[in-house]
Protein backbone atom coordinates (compact mmCIF):
# COMPACT_ATOMS: atom_id res chain seq x y z
CA UNK A 1 0.00 0.00 0.00
CA UNK A 2 2.74 2.38 0.86
CA UNK A 3 4.67 1.62 -2.27
CA UNK A 4 1.20 2.60 -4.41
CA UNK A 5 1.23 5.96 -1.93
CA UNK A 6 4.47 6.66 -2.88
CA UNK A 7 3.76 6.59 -6.64
CA UNK A 8 0.86 8.74 -6.06
CA UNK A 9 2.35 11.41 -4.41
CA UNK A 10 6.27 11.05 -4.60
CA UNK A 11 7.21 10.52 -0.98
CA UNK A 12 10.83 10.66 -0.84
CA UNK A 13 13.40 10.89 2.69
CA UNK A 14 11.65 13.93 3.61
CA UNK A 15 8.81 11.66 4.55
CA UNK A 16 10.17 8.57 5.81
CA UNK A 17 13.38 9.96 7.65
CA UNK A 18 10.70 11.82 10.00
CA UNK A 19 8.68 8.88 10.40
CA UNK A 20 11.32 6.75 11.53
CA UNK A 21 12.55 9.22 13.83
CA UNK A 22 9.04 9.55 15.28
CA UNK A 23 8.78 5.91 15.30
CA UNK A 24 12.20 5.44 17.05
CA UNK A 25 12.34 8.35 19.41
CA UNK A 26 8.36 7.00 20.70
CA UNK A 27 10.08 3.24 20.95
CA UNK A 28 12.64 5.27 23.58
CA UNK A 29 9.86 6.58 25.68
CA UNK A 30 10.62 10.07 24.24
CA UNK A 31 7.34 12.18 25.13
CA UNK A 32 4.96 11.98 22.46
CA UNK A 33 4.90 15.76 21.85
CA UNK A 34 8.74 16.05 21.97
CA UNK A 35 8.97 13.32 19.20
CA UNK A 36 5.59 14.65 17.20
CA UNK A 37 7.51 18.56 16.89
CA UNK A 38 11.19 16.78 16.01
CA UNK A 39 9.44 14.90 13.47
CA UNK A 40 7.68 17.90 11.78
CA UNK A 41 10.93 20.47 11.95
CA UNK A 42 12.69 17.66 10.00
CA UNK A 43 9.77 17.05 7.80
CA UNK A 44 9.56 20.72 7.14
CA UNK A 45 13.46 21.47 6.68
CA UNK A 46 14.01 18.53 4.28
CA UNK A 47 11.09 19.19 2.12
CA UNK A 48 11.10 23.01 2.31
CA UNK A 49 7.37 23.16 1.64
CA UNK A 50 6.70 25.62 4.35
CA UNK A 51 9.57 27.92 5.90
CA UNK A 52 10.42 27.56 9.32
CA UNK A 53 9.48 30.75 10.90
CA UNK A 54 5.54 29.18 10.35
CA UNK A 55 6.40 26.75 12.65
CA UNK A 56 6.42 29.28 15.78
CA UNK A 57 2.72 30.99 14.09
CA UNK A 58 1.13 27.18 13.57
CA UNK A 59 1.83 26.09 17.36
CA UNK A 60 0.19 29.52 18.85
CA UNK A 61 -2.76 28.75 15.93
CA UNK A 62 -2.99 25.16 16.94
CA UNK A 63 -4.07 25.66 20.61
CA UNK A 64 -5.41 29.38 20.04
CA UNK A 65 -8.68 27.76 20.25
CA UNK A 66 -11.99 28.36 23.03
CA UNK A 67 -13.12 25.21 23.09
CA UNK A 68 -9.92 24.04 24.38
CA UNK A 69 -10.38 26.15 27.43
CA UNK A 70 -12.88 23.23 28.34
CA UNK A 71 -10.28 20.95 28.39
CA UNK A 72 -8.85 21.85 31.89
CA UNK A 73 -11.62 22.85 33.23
CA UNK A 74 -13.41 19.66 32.29
CA UNK A 75 -9.70 17.89 34.22
CA UNK A 76 -10.50 20.39 37.29
CA UNK A 77 -13.94 19.21 37.59
CA UNK A 78 -12.83 15.71 37.77
CA UNK A 79 -10.10 16.22 40.61
CA UNK A 80 -12.20 18.00 42.64
CA UNK A 81 -14.97 15.87 42.49
CA UNK A 82 -12.35 13.36 44.25
CA UNK A 83 -11.18 15.58 46.72
CA UNK A 84 -14.71 16.09 48.20
CA UNK A 85 -15.84 12.79 48.30
CA UNK A 86 -18.84 13.31 46.11
CA UNK A 87 -17.27 10.74 43.65
CA UNK A 88 -18.58 8.07 46.49
CA UNK A 89 -21.77 9.22 46.44
CA UNK A 90 -21.52 8.29 42.80
CA UNK A 91 -20.90 4.86 44.40
CA UNK A 92 -23.53 4.89 46.68
CA UNK A 93 -26.30 5.24 44.89
CA UNK A 94 -24.74 3.08 42.13
CA UNK A 95 -24.74 -0.18 44.50
CA UNK A 96 -28.20 0.64 45.15
CA UNK A 97 -29.58 0.75 42.01
CA UNK A 98 -27.77 -2.72 41.27
CA UNK A 99 -28.03 -4.91 44.89
CA UNK A 100 -30.82 -6.86 43.07
CA UNK A 101 -28.39 -8.28 40.57
CA UNK A 102 -26.40 -10.96 40.74
CA UNK A 103 -22.33 -9.42 40.60
CA UNK A 104 -24.38 -6.18 41.69
CA UNK A 105 -21.02 -4.46 42.66
CA UNK A 106 -19.21 -5.62 39.53
CA UNK A 107 -22.36 -3.58 37.68
CA UNK A 108 -21.99 -0.87 40.19
CA UNK A 109 -18.63 -0.16 39.67
CA UNK A 110 -18.89 -0.22 36.04
CA UNK A 111 -21.83 2.24 36.35
CA UNK A 112 -19.79 4.70 38.83
CA UNK A 113 -17.26 4.62 35.87
CA UNK A 114 -19.79 6.06 33.81
CA UNK A 115 -21.27 8.55 36.39
CA UNK A 116 -17.46 9.74 36.73
CA UNK A 117 -17.30 9.71 33.07
CA UNK A 118 -19.94 12.40 32.89
CA UNK A 119 -18.12 14.93 34.34
CA UNK A 120 -14.50 14.42 34.00
CA UNK A 121 -14.13 13.36 30.61
CA UNK A 122 -10.80 11.65 30.83
CA UNK A 123 -10.26 7.79 31.08
CA UNK A 124 -7.14 7.66 33.59
CA UNK A 125 -8.51 10.06 35.94
CA UNK A 126 -11.68 7.69 36.29
CA UNK A 127 -9.35 4.35 36.62
CA UNK A 128 -7.46 5.88 39.37
CA UNK A 129 -10.47 7.41 41.13
CA UNK A 130 -12.90 4.51 40.66
CA UNK A 131 -10.14 1.73 41.27
CA UNK A 132 -8.82 3.05 44.77
CA UNK A 133 -12.69 2.84 45.95
CA UNK A 134 -13.92 -0.59 43.92
CA UNK A 135 -10.78 -2.87 43.83
CA UNK A 136 -10.29 -3.68 47.00
CA UNK A 137 -14.40 -4.18 47.58
CA UNK A 138 -14.36 -6.15 43.92
CA UNK A 139 -11.87 -8.89 45.57
CA UNK A 140 -13.89 -9.24 48.75
CA UNK A 141 -17.14 -10.01 47.16
CA UNK A 142 -15.38 -12.57 45.36
CA UNK A 143 -14.07 -11.34 42.36
CA UNK A 144 -10.03 -12.41 41.12
CA UNK A 145 -7.83 -9.02 41.35
CA UNK A 146 -6.82 -9.68 38.03
CA UNK A 147 -10.42 -9.46 36.80
CA UNK A 148 -11.04 -6.67 39.00
CA UNK A 149 -8.48 -4.44 37.87
CA UNK A 150 -9.71 -5.24 34.40
CA UNK A 151 -13.09 -4.55 35.40
CA UNK A 152 -12.35 -0.98 35.98
CA UNK A 153 -9.85 -0.66 33.59
CA UNK A 154 -12.99 -1.57 31.22
CA UNK A 155 -15.53 0.84 32.89
CA UNK A 156 -13.14 3.65 32.78
CA UNK A 157 -12.70 3.75 28.95
CA UNK A 158 -16.20 5.15 28.84
CA UNK A 159 -14.49 8.84 30.00
CA UNK A 160 -13.77 9.78 26.54
CA UNK A 161 -16.46 7.77 25.10
CA UNK A 162 -19.11 9.33 27.35
CA UNK A 163 -19.79 13.27 26.82
CA UNK A 164 -18.91 15.78 27.72
CA UNK A 165 -15.44 14.29 26.77
CA UNK A 166 -11.81 15.54 26.31
CA UNK A 167 -11.70 13.51 22.79
CA UNK A 168 -14.47 14.71 21.15
CA UNK A 169 -13.55 18.42 22.28
CA UNK A 170 -10.06 17.45 20.26
CA UNK A 171 -11.20 15.75 17.22
CA UNK A 172 -13.73 18.52 17.10
CA UNK A 173 -11.01 20.91 17.04
CA UNK A 174 -9.05 19.20 14.25
CA UNK A 175 -11.76 18.18 11.83
CA UNK A 176 -13.81 21.74 12.90
CA UNK A 177 -16.78 20.17 13.98
CA UNK A 178 -18.91 21.80 16.95
CA UNK A 179 -17.71 20.10 20.21
CA UNK A 180 -21.62 20.15 21.36
CA UNK A 181 -22.73 18.30 18.15
CA UNK A 182 -20.40 15.85 18.96
CA UNK A 183 -21.24 15.42 22.58
CA UNK A 184 -24.94 15.17 21.41
CA UNK A 185 -23.80 12.17 18.61
CA UNK A 186 -22.04 10.27 21.09
CA UNK A 187 -24.77 9.73 23.97
CA UNK A 188 -26.37 7.21 22.68
CA UNK A 189 -22.87 4.82 21.39
CA UNK A 190 -21.40 6.08 24.97
CA UNK A 191 -23.95 4.24 26.91
CA UNK A 192 -24.21 1.30 24.26
CA UNK A 193 -20.55 0.63 25.18
CA UNK A 194 -21.38 0.84 29.20
CA UNK A 195 -24.17 -1.59 28.29
CA UNK A 196 -21.60 -4.17 26.83
CA UNK A 197 -19.31 -4.14 29.58
CA UNK A 198 -22.13 -4.55 32.33
CA UNK A 199 -23.43 -7.00 29.87
CA UNK A 200 -20.40 -8.95 29.39
CA UNK A 201 -19.44 -8.45 33.26
CA UNK A 202 -22.64 -10.47 34.15
CA UNK A 203 -22.17 -13.04 31.80
CA UNK A 204 -18.63 -14.08 33.20
CA UNK A 205 -19.86 -13.66 36.34
CA UNK A 206 -22.45 -16.04 35.68
CA UNK A 207 -20.03 -17.95 34.52
CA UNK A 208 -17.68 -18.74 37.35
CA UNK A 209 -19.69 -17.26 40.08
CA UNK A 210 -17.53 -14.41 41.55
CA UNK A 211 -19.76 -12.33 43.15
CA UNK A 212 -23.61 -13.87 44.41
CA UNK A 213 -26.42 -11.39 45.89
CA UNK A 214 -29.65 -10.38 44.46
CA UNK A 215 -31.84 -12.06 47.18
CA UNK A 216 -33.23 -8.57 48.45
CA UNK A 217 -37.03 -7.65 48.48
CA UNK A 218 -38.59 -4.86 46.50
CA UNK A 219 -39.76 -3.32 49.88
CA UNK A 220 -35.39 -3.36 51.33
CA UNK A 221 -34.59 -2.72 47.74
CA UNK A 222 -36.67 0.45 47.29
CA UNK A 223 -35.64 1.68 50.72
CA UNK A 224 -31.88 1.10 50.44
CA UNK A 225 -31.99 3.14 47.24
CA UNK A 226 -34.55 5.62 48.81
CA UNK A 227 -31.64 6.29 51.45
CA UNK A 228 -28.85 6.28 48.76
CA UNK A 229 -30.30 9.19 46.81
CA UNK A 230 -31.64 10.96 50.10
CA UNK A 231 -28.16 10.78 51.02
CA UNK A 232 -26.15 11.70 47.80
CA UNK A 233 -28.27 12.90 45.76
CA UNK A 234 -26.40 16.16 45.59
CA UNK A 235 -23.84 14.87 44.04
CA UNK A 236 -25.35 14.64 40.42
CA UNK A 237 -26.44 18.50 40.23
CA UNK A 238 -22.72 18.39 38.86
CA UNK A 239 -23.45 16.03 35.94
CA UNK A 240 -27.03 17.46 35.58
CA UNK A 241 -25.44 21.23 34.91
CA UNK A 242 -23.31 19.89 32.77
CA UNK A 243 -25.58 17.73 30.48
CA UNK A 244 -28.41 20.39 30.73
CA UNK A 245 -26.26 23.50 29.76
CA UNK A 246 -24.69 21.85 26.85
CA UNK A 247 -27.74 19.92 25.09
CA UNK A 248 -29.54 22.57 25.98
CA UNK A 249 -27.82 25.15 23.98
CA UNK A 250 -27.48 27.73 26.87
CA UNK A 251 -23.84 26.34 27.96
CA UNK A 252 -21.05 25.68 25.14
CA UNK A 253 -18.37 23.34 26.54
CA UNK A 254 -16.15 25.71 28.22
CA UNK A 255 -18.92 27.32 29.32
CA UNK A 256 -20.50 24.18 31.23
CA UNK A 257 -16.99 23.35 32.21
CA UNK A 258 -16.40 26.73 34.34
CA UNK A 259 -20.06 26.23 35.98
CA UNK A 260 -19.05 22.66 37.13
CA UNK A 261 -15.72 23.75 38.42
CA UNK A 262 -17.48 26.26 40.39
CA UNK A 263 -20.50 24.94 41.60
CA UNK A 264 -18.40 21.66 42.98
CA UNK A 265 -16.22 23.88 44.91
CA UNK A 266 -19.12 25.19 46.27
CA UNK A 267 -20.45 22.03 46.93
CA UNK A 268 -17.00 20.95 49.16
CA UNK A 269 -16.79 23.95 51.15
CA UNK A 270 -20.67 23.46 52.38
CA UNK A 271 -20.15 19.83 52.70
CA UNK A 272 -16.42 20.66 54.71
CA UNK A 273 -14.57 18.44 52.44
CA UNK A 274 -12.65 21.11 50.67
CA UNK A 275 -10.47 24.21 51.78
CA UNK A 276 -8.05 26.34 50.64
CA UNK A 277 -5.52 24.14 51.64
CA UNK A 278 -6.02 21.95 48.78
CA UNK A 279 -6.15 24.23 45.92
CA UNK A 280 -2.47 23.96 45.26
CA UNK A 281 -2.79 19.75 44.74
CA UNK A 282 -5.70 20.28 42.68
CA UNK A 283 -4.18 22.75 40.56
CA UNK A 284 -1.40 21.04 40.11
CA UNK A 285 -2.34 17.84 39.24
CA UNK A 286 -4.78 19.42 36.70
CA UNK A 287 -2.10 21.44 35.09
CA UNK A 288 0.17 18.36 35.14
CA UNK A 289 -2.49 16.21 33.00
CA UNK A 290 -2.94 19.11 30.87
CA UNK A 291 0.65 19.28 30.05
CA UNK A 292 0.58 16.71 28.18
CA UNK A 293 -2.61 17.32 25.98
CA UNK A 294 -1.82 21.09 25.10
CA UNK A 295 1.90 20.22 23.72
CA UNK A 296 0.81 17.35 21.91
CA UNK A 297 -2.09 19.50 19.49
CA UNK A 298 0.07 22.32 19.52
CA UNK A 299 2.99 20.30 17.31
CA UNK A 300 0.50 18.04 15.56
CA UNK A 301 -0.45 21.68 13.91
CA UNK A 302 2.82 21.99 11.90
CA UNK A 303 3.30 18.00 11.38
CA UNK A 304 -0.22 18.03 9.76
CA UNK A 305 0.23 21.09 7.38
CA UNK A 306 3.28 19.04 6.30
CA UNK A 307 1.72 16.39 5.88
CA UNK A 308 -1.48 17.90 4.01
CA UNK A 309 1.20 19.86 1.36
CA UNK A 310 2.85 16.75 0.81
CA UNK A 311 -0.38 14.95 -0.36
CA UNK A 312 -0.17 11.98 2.04
CA UNK A 313 -3.91 12.32 3.04
CA UNK A 314 -5.44 12.21 -0.84
CA UNK A 315 -2.29 9.80 -1.80
CA UNK A 316 -3.76 7.53 0.99
CA UNK A 317 -7.12 7.90 -0.25
CA UNK A 318 -5.96 7.27 -3.81
CA UNK A 319 -4.32 4.21 -3.05
CA UNK A 320 -6.65 2.39 -0.37
CA UNK A 321 -9.69 2.73 -2.78
CA UNK A 322 -7.45 1.60 -5.75
CA UNK A 323 -7.40 -1.98 -3.90
CA UNK A 324 -11.18 -1.95 -3.37
CA UNK A 325 -13.90 -0.10 -3.66
CA UNK A 326 -16.10 -2.10 -1.46
CA UNK A 327 -17.22 0.40 1.32
CA UNK A 328 -17.89 -2.07 3.85
CA UNK A 329 -14.14 -3.40 3.76
CA UNK A 330 -13.00 0.50 3.92
CA UNK A 331 -14.28 0.57 6.69
CA UNK A 332 -13.07 -2.96 8.08
CA UNK A 333 -9.76 -1.40 7.03
CA UNK A 334 -10.26 2.08 9.37
CA UNK A 335 -11.09 0.56 12.62
CA UNK A 336 -8.14 -2.09 12.04
CA UNK A 337 -6.21 0.88 11.52
CA UNK A 338 -7.56 2.83 14.70
CA UNK A 339 -7.47 0.06 17.05
CA UNK A 340 -4.03 -0.91 16.06
CA UNK A 341 -2.73 2.34 16.60
CA UNK A 342 -4.66 2.80 20.08
CA UNK A 343 -2.96 0.03 21.22
CA UNK A 344 0.81 2.34 20.46
CA UNK A 345 -0.35 5.84 21.66
CA UNK A 346 -2.33 7.35 23.33
CA UNK A 347 -5.88 8.83 21.79
CA UNK A 348 -5.04 12.51 21.82
CA UNK A 349 -2.16 12.12 18.97
CA UNK A 350 -3.64 9.24 17.17
CA UNK A 351 -6.50 12.02 16.32
CA UNK A 352 -4.19 14.78 15.52
CA UNK A 353 -2.44 12.52 13.03
CA UNK A 354 -5.00 10.00 11.75
CA UNK A 355 -8.06 12.34 11.69
CA UNK A 356 -6.72 13.98 8.83
CA UNK A 357 -5.91 11.60 7.11
CA UNK A 358 -8.55 9.22 7.25
CA UNK A 359 -11.42 11.64 7.05
CA UNK A 360 -11.10 11.86 3.40
CA UNK A 361 -11.26 8.13 3.23
CA UNK A 362 -14.24 8.29 5.27
CA UNK A 363 -15.77 11.17 2.51
CA UNK A 364 -15.04 9.51 -0.08
CA UNK A 365 -17.54 6.21 0.46
CA UNK A 366 -19.99 8.79 1.94
CA UNK A 367 -19.57 8.02 5.70
CA UNK A 368 -21.31 11.00 7.87
CA UNK A 369 -18.34 12.76 8.79
CA UNK A 370 -20.02 12.60 12.76
CA UNK A 371 -20.85 9.09 12.29
CA UNK A 372 -16.68 9.08 11.46
CA UNK A 373 -15.74 11.18 14.38
CA UNK A 374 -18.01 8.34 16.98
CA UNK A 375 -16.79 5.48 15.10
CA UNK A 376 -13.16 6.61 15.67
CA UNK A 377 -13.00 7.44 19.09
CA UNK A 378 -14.76 4.37 20.52
CA UNK A 379 -12.55 2.34 18.50
CA UNK A 380 -9.08 4.06 19.42
CA UNK A 381 -11.36 3.75 23.24
CA UNK A 382 -10.33 -0.32 22.70
CA UNK A 383 -6.93 0.89 23.09
CA UNK A 384 -6.96 1.86 26.25
CA UNK A 385 -7.30 -1.31 27.85
CA UNK A 386 -5.41 -3.34 25.16
CA UNK A 387 -1.64 -3.92 25.52
CA UNK A 388 1.00 -3.07 24.73
CA UNK A 389 0.37 0.89 25.89
CA UNK A 390 -3.20 0.06 27.31
CA UNK A 391 -3.01 3.01 29.58
CA UNK A 392 -6.00 2.10 31.67
CA UNK A 393 -4.20 -0.99 32.41
CA UNK A 394 -1.28 0.32 33.42
CA UNK A 395 -3.24 3.24 35.76
CA UNK A 396 -4.90 -0.04 37.44
CA UNK A 397 -1.83 -1.96 37.92
CA UNK A 398 -0.07 0.92 39.42
CA UNK A 399 -2.47 0.90 42.43
CA UNK A 400 -2.58 -1.97 42.66
CA UNK A 401 1.01 -3.55 42.15
CA UNK A 402 -0.86 -6.61 40.15
CA UNK A 403 0.27 -7.66 36.55
CA UNK A 404 -0.09 -5.82 33.56
CA UNK A 405 -0.14 -8.97 31.43
CA UNK A 406 -3.01 -10.69 33.77
CA UNK A 407 -5.41 -7.74 34.11
CA UNK A 408 -4.92 -7.74 30.51
CA UNK A 409 -5.50 -11.39 29.81
CA UNK A 410 -8.79 -10.90 31.73
CA UNK A 411 -10.02 -7.76 29.90
CA UNK A 412 -10.45 -9.99 26.66
CA UNK A 413 -14.23 -10.68 27.43
CA UNK A 414 -14.52 -6.48 27.66
CA UNK A 415 -12.31 -5.80 24.68
CA UNK A 416 -14.65 -8.36 22.10
CA UNK A 417 -17.70 -6.57 23.56
CA UNK A 418 -16.65 -2.84 23.15
CA UNK A 419 -15.53 -4.16 19.25
CA UNK A 420 -19.25 -5.44 18.43
CA UNK A 421 -20.03 -1.67 19.20
CA UNK A 422 -17.72 -0.58 17.23
CA UNK A 423 -18.75 -2.26 14.79
CA UNK A 424 -22.45 -1.41 15.09
CA UNK A 425 -21.55 2.17 14.80
CA UNK A 426 -19.58 1.76 11.96
CA UNK A 427 -22.37 0.39 9.92
CA UNK A 428 -25.61 1.66 11.36
CA UNK A 429 -25.31 5.50 11.01
CA UNK A 430 -28.20 6.27 12.91
CA UNK A 431 -26.73 4.85 16.40
CA UNK A 432 -24.57 8.18 15.54
CA UNK A 433 -26.99 10.45 14.23
CA UNK A 434 -30.17 9.70 15.85
CA UNK A 435 -30.23 12.70 17.98
CA UNK A 436 -29.20 14.97 15.97
CA UNK A 437 -31.12 17.40 14.36
CA UNK A 438 -31.85 16.51 10.54
CA UNK A 439 -28.59 18.99 9.36
CA UNK A 440 -26.10 16.64 10.58
CA UNK A 441 -28.04 13.27 9.02
Known amino acids: ?99 FAKGGFGSATVLVCGMFAAISGSDAAGAAAVGRM ?61 ISILVTNVIVNRIHGYEGGGNISMSEYLAQLGRALKSGWYAFIVPGIIFYGIFSGRLTPTEAGATAVVVTIIMGFILRTLSFADFPAMLLSSAKVNGVILPIIAFSAPLAEALAIMGVPQGFVTSVTALTDEPWILILLMIGILIAAGCV ?97
Do not use: H
Open 345 to 441: METTPNIVILAPILKPLADNIGMNEIQFCIMMITALGVGFITPPLGLNLFVVSGITGESILKIAARAIPFVLGMLVVVLFIAYVPAISTTLLPDIYK
Open 1 to 99: MWQQINQTVDLGWDFYVPVILFVSLIALAVPVWAAIGAAAIIMLMMSGDLPLSAVGESLFTGIDAFALTAVPLFILTGDVLVRTGLSRKFLDVAEALTQ
Open 134 to 194: TIARLVESGYPRPYACALVAAGACTGILIPPSIAYIIIGLVLGISASTLFLAALIPGLAIL
